[in-house]
């Protein structure tokens, strides 16, 4: 049967489902009369057709139907995301506890008693209505806040995307040497958590919104020691020795400064991976650096930056006060996996080492 109805403008449509011709009759006269529009079919099969052609905003079904029944048919709607919350009321005499407990446990929100009480048709054809509309409100009014809420975030993001290349661009102009390094360490952390991503036991970890803070967050890893470079603290470590007093002041030191621009607030990821890089590089793998993480207490942003930033440390000449060759510092790098390196990401700089900058 097709639509039916005098409908008022913006009114909402009711399906009504009975393999009975006078009950579809009866409740089409009385939902129509109050100016709904209405689509009536003989079976569920038939209902399902009209409702591929139009969603109804309140379905009334018969519960004993041939073929597919109104319980199965009530099932069906609300195992699909696109139909589970239409409202379904039966209409129908159901006189034991056991078929409106199945009824209900079906995704019913009500019945309808026969014979019909045209008053108490209306009536709960309207309060359904309603509630119907002011769900599909709220939701609206959520998925709107939510974009908005999304659109804030990603606007926070990019700002301290660009705050933290800011600092990135400051560091290098105040420390010429460095300039190299810190471009240098940011990029090969990109990559080497481009060839992370494609072990398996980290694809749900690593994605390319990672790949991009990482690549980001990575530059400023030694912010605490440009900050404490004129510091009267001793390093009496030497190039590429530092003291351990040294590197805790340092660690320290990054973290409350970038802790205090987010004055409180939610860092967001480029911020929030940036302060546990600059905290963190100088873990090592069996817990002997600086903070004493150990294996994977140690944040994978942390492993992928410290090897990157020793990496180029071994080919600058500022770790053991002598320049490595490429060759000696990637066997330095693989003599220290499993000691100061996550073995996995051994793995992967060897496999792609070829293709990190290096000068």
Same mark, same amino acid.
């Given at each position: 049967m097709e639509e039916t109805g005098t409908v008022k403008k913006d009114a909402s449509t009711i399906l009504i489902v009975d393999d009975i011709d006078m009950n579809v009759e009866i409740l089409n006269n009385i939902i129509s009369h109050e100016g709904y529009g209405t689509m009536c079919a003989m079976s569920?099969?038939? !209902?399902? @057709?009209?409702?591929? @052609?139009?969603?109804? !905003?309140?379905?009334? %079904?018969?519960? %004993?139907?041939? @073929?597919?029944?109104?319980?199965?048919?009530c099932r069906i709607l609300k195992e699909n995301p696109a139909t589970r919350d239409i409202p379904f009321v039966f209409i129908s005499v159901l006189n034991t506890s056991e078929e409106k407990k199945q009824a209900f446990e079906a995704g019913a929100v009500d019945f309808i008693p026969k014979p019909f009480d045209e008053v108490e048709v209306i009536m709960r054809v309207s309060n359904h209505l309603s509630s119907y509309r002011m769900k599909q409100q709220m939701s609206e009014h959520n998925r709107m806040m939510h974009r908005l809420i999304e659109s804030q975030q990603e606007q926070i993001e990019r700002e301290q995307k660009n705050m933290l290349l800011a600092i990135s661009k400051i560091m290098q102009r105040r420390n010429h040497a460095e300039s190299s390094h810190l471009e240098k360490v940011g990029y090969n952390c990109g990559l080497l958590a481009q060839g992370l991503q494609l072990l398996s036991k980290y694809e749900d970890e690593i994605n390319d919104e990672f790949v991009e803070t990482i690549e980001t967050a990575a530059k400023i890893h030694n912010i605490g020691s440009f900050i404490l470079s004129k510091d009267k603290l001793s390093d009496a470590g030497g190039p590429g020795k530092h003291s351990r007093e040294y590197v805790e002041k340092c660690a320290d030191t990054a973290s409350l400064v970038l802790e205090d621009i987010c004055s409180g607030q939610n860092p967001g990821r480029f911020l929030s991976m940036a302060i546990t890089i600059a905290a963190g590089h100088h873990a090592h793998w069996d817990g002997s650096g600086y903070p004493a993480w150990k294996e994977k207490e140690i944040p994978l942003e942390v492993r992928i930056a410290t090897l990157a930033n020793d990496f180029d440390h071994l080919t600058a000449g500022e770790i053991d006060g002598e320049k490595h060759s490429v060759e000696e510092s990637i066997r330095i790098i693989n003599e220290r996996g499993g000691i100061c390196y996550d073995p996995d990401i051994v793995l992967v700089f060897n496999k792609i080492w070829r293709q990190m900058r290096k000068d």
């Amino acid at each position: 049967m097709e639509e039916t109805g005098t409908v008022k403008k913006d009114a909402s449509t009711i399906l009504i489902v009975d393999d009975i011709d006078m009950n579809v009759e009866i409740l089409n006269n009385i939902i129509s009369h109050e100016g709904y529009g209405t689509m009536c079919a003989m079976s569920v099969r038939q !209902a399902l @057709e009209l409702m591929q @052609e139009k969603t109804p !905003a309140l379905i009334l %079904s018969d519960l %004993s139907m041939p @073929e597919i029944d109104g319980l199965e048919f009530c099932r069906i709607l609300k195992e699909n995301p696109a139909t589970r919350d239409i409202p379904f009321v039966f209409i129908s005499v159901l006189n034991t506890s056991e078929e409106k407990k199945q009824a209900f446990e079906a995704g019913a929100v009500d019945f309808i008693p026969k014979p019909f009480d045209e008053v108490e048709v209306i009536m709960r054809v309207s309060n359904h209505l309603s509630s119907y509309r002011m769900k599909q409100q709220m939701s609206e009014h959520n998925r709107m806040m939510h974009r908005l809420i999304e659109s804030q975030q990603e606007q926070i993001e990019r700002e301290q995307k660009n705050m933290l290349l800011a600092i990135s661009k400051i560091m290098q102009r105040r420390n010429h040497a460095e300039s190299s390094h810190l471009e240098k360490v940011g990029y090969n952390c990109g990559l080497l958590a481009q060839g992370l991503q494609l072990l398996s036991k980290y694809e749900d970890e690593i994605n390319d919104e990672f790949v991009e803070t990482i690549e980001t967050a990575a530059k400023i890893h030694n912010i605490g020691s440009f900050i404490l470079s004129k510091d009267k603290l001793s390093d009496a470590g030497g190039p590429g020795k530092h003291s351990r007093e040294y590197v805790e002041k340092c660690a320290d030191t990054a973290s409350l400064v970038l802790e205090d621009i987010c004055s409180g607030q939610n860092p967001g990821r480029f911020l929030s991976m940036a302060i546990t890089i600059a905290a963190g590089h100088h873990a090592h793998w069996d817990g002997s650096g600086y903070p004493a993480w150990k294996e994977k207490e140690i944040p994978l942003e942390v492993r992928i930056a410290t090897l990157a930033n020793d990496f180029d440390h071994l080919t600058a000449g500022e770790i053991d006060g002598e320049k490595h060759s490429v060759e000696e510092s990637i066997r330095i790098i693989n003599e220290r996996g499993g000691i100061c390196y996550d073995p996995d990401i051994v793995l992967v700089f060897n496999k792609i080492w070829r293709q990190m900058r290096k000068d």
